[in-house]
């Protein structure tokens, strides 16, 4: 299964726009921020555990609790971001 990870402001700058993840069923938006920190020393540093980083999934704000389908679209950016 695959979705759609979307990174805004500075974690955009840091990772680029978007990346394809595949994923294992039941996944949540927690365990798939944990997948990504594991994956690069980049990931690791912009997505780290010690940071605000806001989520969400499908275009809707999330808890990192919620749970990812198929082909969904999750986002990760800063909690203020410019316009």
Known sequence: M????????????ALGAQAIVEHREGLTVGALRDQLIASSPAHADALA???????????????????????????????????
């Open 49 to 83: 555990r010690g940071r605000a980083v806001r989520c969400a999934v499908d275009q809707k704000m999330c808890a990192e609790a919620a749970p990812v389908r198929d082909g969904a679209e999750v986002a990760f950016f800063p909690p203020v971001t410019g316009g």
């Open 2 to 13: 695959a979705i759609t990870v979307r990174y805004f402001a500075s974690l955009r700058e």
